[in-house]
């Protein structure tokens, strides 16, 4: 039969070369609208400064190559794969059907005379293809629309932020005033009966994921613990704008497929077999893990909340909460971040097997054996990625700003670069001061005193960075600091000692 087939086959030879370059013509015209399309989104997020979500877009064009370069290694090896003989026992365990043969299978002829079948067919290896392409594809278009759908419900907290900076905010929250903890705002939405008590407090966390996961109150004393503990008490600070370049930054993580990513896909692909009834279990892992990870952001809110009130009843002015890595798993922060990553391949993998088995075997295949399987796997995949995107997704972005350590989104590309100049001018100031001086004392000092020098004149560039008040340029500092230390240096010059110089005088 597989010969038959591949006798009757139409082959390029017997193919009109016009239809060939019609083909031809349709793919690289495709190709080059996908590619004009990704450079100016690029072109885009550059005019809009958001540096991550370019790194993002490189991501998503390496995992594309990476993706067609798999296509290639299944193309050339879809003959070798075919001719891979195993036992037909072998062959008959782990299907994902109950049903185990298919009138439409192709054995090889090598396999065949063998009593042996094949480790996967032609057919197979070509299914297959689509099949990473549809997971690769719905990766991507989940994880832009629930960030997207987060951006959006995330779009109120532009309004709070603004409202910081008003009369009546600086009035209420004026630091002059004593309160207790219990008639704050903060303190009545936290301190209750069912806080302190652990089985009282998870299914509060658990409900109030639900309805109204970020409110104002919780951001302005969050963003109020946050100021305090990485800056100058009343320093002018866009926290909004902070969580944005951080969201971003998340985004480029979340959006690629890390190599234990490919490891668990091959695992839900194993899982898949009719033995595992995975209809009845998988679809609700992803739901489970978010809802999890949702009360655990809650009740790290309030256990912020009762840290503050055990330390002190009364507070001046706003509450203030301590970020610490303590309040989360592992003391690790960024786990969340890793089981959000999680979260979103598991259910787009979901989708992308339904859609899949659908598109190539219909939806009354084996892969789909009632009508409950079908509305299970739809309306698991929608629901998950509704309340990643427009209820978790914003409280993460909150509360993980809240660990011991200060990321390193907090500084605008303006500012980078601005410290990036002024560290190699201090660099060639330097170099140029001490050549000047060794030039100039060379007859006067003894060889072992260029150690000193050398000492004397070494500057960590690695700034220290505490406050923005912005009363001051980090360019003006350096150049003043130099200026003292070459007159400290010159009296003594002449008597051929040489101070330190000390790079941790210099505060940017």
């Given amino acids: 039969m597989a010969g038959s087939n591949s006798s009757s086959a139409i082959t390029l030879e017997t193919t009109p070369t016009w239809a060939v370059a019609v083909v031809c013509f349709i793919l690289i015209t495709i190709s080059i609208l996908i590619e004009h399309a990704l450079h100016l989104l690029a072109k885009y997020f550059n005019k809009k400064r958001r540096k991550y979500l370019i790194q993002a877009l490189d991501n998503i064009k390496t995992e594309l190559m990476l993706l067609g370069f798999i296509s290639l290694l299944l193309t050339v090896l879809q003959k070798p794969i075919a001719k891979i003989c195993i036992p037909k026992g072998a062959a008959e365990t782990f299907l994902p059907c109950q049903r185990l043969t298919s009138d439409e299978e192709e054995e090889e002829p090598k396999c065949e005379q063998q009593g042996k079948k094949s480790l996967m067919s032609r057919a197979g290896v070509q299914q297959l293809q689509l099949l990473i392409f549809a997971l690769a594809f719905f990766h991507i278009l989940s994880c832009f629309l629930t960030f997207s759908l987060g951006t959006l419900k995330m779009r109120r907290w532009k309004f709070w932020e603004a409202e910081t900076r008003t009369l009546d905010y600086q009035f209420s929250h004026d630091p002059r005033r004593f309160h207790l903890i219990h008639q704050t705002s903060f303190g009545k939405r936290h301190l209750n009966f069912w806080s302190e008590h652990r089985f009282l407090r998870l299914p509060v966390c658990f409900l109030r994921q639900f309805y109204g996961s970020v409110y104002k109150v919780d951001y302005f004393t969050l963003r109020h613990g946050f100021i305090m503990a990485h800056f100058a008490e009343g320093a002018e600070f866009d926290f909004h704008k902070y969580i944005r370049r951080a969201l971003d930054k998340d985004f480029k993580v979340v959006v690629g497929i890390s190599p234990w990513i490919w490891t668990f896909s091959v695992l839900f692909i194993f899982l898949n077999a009719y033995v595992f009834h995975s209809t009845y279990w998988l679809p ?83 892969f789909h054996r009632k009508t409950v399987d079908i509305v299970t796997r739809i309306v698991m995949g929608v629901l998950v990625h509704f309340l990643c995107g427009y209820v978790t997704l914003p409280l993460y972005a909150l509360v993980t700003q809240m660990g011991t350590k200060i990321k390193n989104s907090v500084f605008t590309d303006g500012m980078i670069s601005g410290l990036r100049r002024w560290q190699a001018k ?40 505490r406050t923005f008040d912005g009363t001051s340029s980090p360019e003006t500092e350096i150049d003043e600091e130099i200026s003292a230390h070459e007159r400290q240096l010159q009296p003594q010059t002449e008597l051929g000692s040489f101070d330190g110089f000390h790079s941790s005088t210099i505060r940017v």
């Fill in 426 to 465: 201090a660099k060639r100031k330097l170099a140029k001061r001490k050549n000047n001086l060794l030039a100039h004392n060379s007859l006067n000092i003894s060889p072992s005193s260029f150690d000193a020098i050398n000492n004397s004149l070494s500057l960590d560039i690695s700034p220290s960075f």
């Fill in 284 to 366: 609700f892992i992803p739901l489970a893990m978010l809802l999890v990870v949702g009360t655990k952001l809650q009740g790290i809110i309030t256990k912020m909340c009762l840290d503050s009130n055990y330390k002190s009843s009364v507070v001046r002015g706003n509450l203030v909460v301590r970020p610490d890595d303590q309040f989360f798993w592992f003391a690790k922060p960024k786990l969340l971040l890793h089981l959000m990553h999680f979260i979103l391949f598991q259910n787009s993998f979901q989708l992308a097997f339904f859609t899949w088995t659908t598109y190539k075997y219909g939806l009354n295949s084996c």
